[in-house]
């Protein structure tokens, strides 16, 4: 019987964390017991619609519900997000399936940004089960 190797899986666009992923150990579980919040730009239109965009620390906090963008086409709104690092795949040969990304080391993402196994295989973060 044929072992199946884990796929080394990323969220999309994060090639940075590539190298750094593969050194990390694994999180402890028991650590995380309730699914954290920020307040971000979930985006209703353009290129980015569904995803989220953390506001930067560095800013006034907006009031929640003013109108945001990414000044790249995509429009929305500031609203609460939660952050995640379960990828529920959508398509590709693991469609259907949920791997969490955080064993590898990705940090916690908004719910909604896109994420990949780099093997055929995309989807979007979701919340994490295990903390519903």
Not at 26 to 32: F, I, N
Not at 39 to 67: K, V
Request: with cysteine; proline share 11%; hydrophobic share 35%.
């Amino acid at each position: 019987m044929a072992s199946r190797k884990t796929p080394f899986l990323r969220p999309a666009g994060l090639a940075l964390l590539a190298g750094i992923c593969l050194l990390a150990a694994p999180r402890d579980k028991a650590a995380a017991q309730t699914q954290a919040s920020i307040m971000a730009c979930q985006f209703t239109s353009g290129p980015l619609t569904g995803a989220a965009d953390p506001l930067p620390a560095d800013i006034t906090t907006p009031a929640l519900g003013a109108p945001c963008t990414d000044n790249a086409g995509s429009h929305g709104r500031i609203g609460l997000t939660q952050l995640t690092t379960v990828c529920g795949f959508t398509a590709g040969p693991m469609a259907g399936t949920r791997f969490d990304l955080g064993r590898y080391g990705v940090p916690d993402l908004p719910v909604g940004t896109p994420c990949t196994d780099n093997g055929g295989s995309t989807g979007t973060l979701i919340p994490n089960p295990d903390l519903q």
